[in-house]
C-alpha cells in the first residue's frame, strides 16, 4: 500500500494518488478520486486549472477521513454526504437510498402528467428526491409526501428546507399516514420492491433494508399502496410506480386487477421496463 502523499504534493499527486488507492473499490477510480478532491476543495475546477495547488492539512484529514470509509465500504455518496438528482444536489446519507438515475424516469413522465390542479403524492419518500424535483420544477403545485421511517423523514424535511422547497410531510406507512378526506391527481412511488432473497442485496447491504426489501415476492409493496389508494384519489388520477426491470408484468396486473386502466410501462434507456401507470377514472371513484 503506498504511503501517504507529503504535505507539499500538489493536488495533481493527490488525484494520482487517489485513483490508485481506489482502484480496488470502484471501477471508476479515477472519478471518485476527483469527486473527493472537489468535495474537500468546495470547487469543481481547482483541479484542473491549478493542479500544482498544495493541500492544506485540514484538506488533507478530511480526506483521508472519506478514503477510509470508503475503503471500508460505505458508498461514496454517504461519504460525500450529498448527491446529484435532477436538478438538485441531495443530502444523502445511510437512513435513506442513494438516489439513482432510474429514478429520473418516474420523474420525467410525473412532469408529462402533473395535473393543473390537484395535489400530487409521493409515497415512501425518503430523501426526498421525487417530491422535491417536481417541486423545483413547478413550485406553484401542491406536494405531499409520506415516509414511514422517522430518520429518513427529518433528512426529507432537511433537504426541502435547504432548498426552500414546501411540502406537506406525513409519517407513517403509506396511505395510513395520510388525513381523512385527502385526494390527489397525481399519485408516485418507488417502494421497496426487492425479494428477500434477492442477489442484488449483496451490493447494497450499505443501504437502509427496509427501503429496498418488499418481502417473499417483492411486490408486497405495491400490493399494500393499490388496495389503500382508492379513497384517496380524485377522479383522473394518475399513479406511476417504479419497479424493478423484471417486475412490468406483475405490477401491470397488478393494476388492471385494483381498476387502473391505460395501464403502460415506461423503459429505461438500457430498454429495461422501470416503470408503470394508469388512470383512475371517474366510474372507478364511484365505486371505491
Known sequence: ???????????????????????????????????????????????????????????????????????????????????????????????????????????????QHLPADGPVLDLGTGSGAIILALAQAHPDGEYWAVERSAAALRLAQENADRLGLPVHWCAGNWCAALPPGARFSLVLSNPPYLAADDPHLLALAAEPQEALVAGPTGLEAFVDILACLPEHLLPGARLGLEHGAEQGRSVRALLAAHGWQDVVTERDLAGRERMSSGVWREENARTA
Do not use: K, N
Request: aromatic share 10%; net charge negative.
Open 1 to 111: 500500500m503506498p504511503d501517504t502523499p507529503a504535505a507539499e504534493d500538489s493536488l495533481r499527486h493527490w488525484h494520482r494518488w487517489l485513483t490508485d488507492r481506489l482502484a480496488a473499490y470502484t471501477d471508476i477510480p479515477a472519478q471518485e478520486a476527483r469527486w473527493l478532491l472537489e468535495e474537500v476543495l468546495s470547487s469543481r475546477t481547482q483541479l484542473w486549472t491549478h493542479p500544482d495547488t498544495v493541500l492544506g492539512a485540514s484538506g488533507r484529514m478530511r480526506l483521508l477521513q472519506m478514503l477510509t470509509r470508503r475503503e471500508q465500504g460505505e458508498p461514496l455518496p454517504y461519504c460525500l454526504g450529498h448527491w446529484p438528482f435532477f436538478d438538485l444536489d441531495l443530502r444523502v446519507d445511510a437512513r435513506v437510498l442513494i438516489p439513482r438515475p432510474d429514478t429520473e424516469i418516474l420523474v420525467q413522465w410525473a412532469l
